[in-house]
């Protein structure tokens, strides 16, 4: 999702596939959904508590709520599981979402965040130095690229080229402080899908927030550079982690 493209804030950041909201492919040019209202059915004693749909084995889950579908303010919490419980392992951070909110109907070039459940990418990345991650990481160069081209064979993927792959693709090197450090949020890509779906959105991450005060995002999921690092440090691929993106009143979905 570029970044330059939203001039009031910053653009946004493990084994067996889950299903996900906003992975179809739906009209460019698709608006913010209509609020949702959904009563709530359970009250687990923290939010990781009530979720159902996360596979066996995952042992982290980072949870992203927001108060209503007409909010681009949310938190984000950070979940362990030990012992078989959910134990929370993070306050909850303050963070940011896409300009147009939450949505269930992501499509390329639209500002929400779109809902599901998703894995982190196998890579994390980063202009600046490794800050001490447990995933590989792959610090940016000039020619680093997010492709976000629908018409592209790499569409949503990394590439390393001398010319822009085109559409929206962003220049990950001139993305500066959001791109500091960033994990790829596999919206539309492998494990929710098997390739991604042309013009269902690209380039979904956790970062860092692209100005002080924060802003809005172009649809990805934005922190401070602390609490950031924070949660980058902590996710470990072996725990399998998971993100989920959510309003409140849907979080029981998941």
Not at 146 to 161: C, D, I, L, R
Request: charged share 15%.
């Amino acid at each position: 999702m570029r970044r330059r493209s939203l001039l009031i804030g910053a653009a946004a950041g493990v084994a067996a596939p889950v299903v996900a909201s906003g992975a179809a492919t739906a009209a460019p040019g698709v608006g913010t959904d209509p609020p949702r209202p959904r009563p709530r059915t359970w009250t687990p004693a923290n939010k990781a508590d009530g979720l159902a749909t996360l596979p066996a084995a995952t042992r982290q889950v980072v949870i992203v709520t927001a108060a209503s579908w007409s909010t681009s303010y949310a938190t984000l919490e950070t979940f362990t599981k030990t012992d078989g419980r959910w134990v929370p392992v993070s306050t909850a951070l303050s963070a940011r979402i896409g300009s147009q909110f939450f949505s269930d109907h992501h499509v390329e070039g639209v500002p929400t965040t779109p809902t599901g459940v998703y894995s982190f990418g196998a890579t994390i990345y980063g202009i600046a130095a490794n800050p001490g991650v447990k995933h590989p990481y792959h610090r940016i160069v000039t020619d680093d690229w997010w492709n976000e081209n629908p018409n592209s064979a790499g569409y949503n993927t990394f590439q390393h080229t001398a010319t822009s792959p085109g559409g929206l693709s962003e220049a990950l090197w001139k993305e500066k402080p959001a791109y500091t450090h960033f994990a790829v949020i596999t919206y539309n890509m492998p494990p929710n899908v098997p390739k991604p779906v042309p013009n269902a959105g690209s380039g979904i991450f956790l970062h860092e927030f692209s100005r002080t005060p924060s802003g809005p995002t172009a649809g990805c999921v934005s922190l401070s550079h602390a609490d950031l690092v924070g949660v980058l440090r902590w996710l470990d691929p072996a725990a399998q982690p998971r993100i989920v993106l959510s309003p409140l009143d849907s979080l029981g979905r998941y």
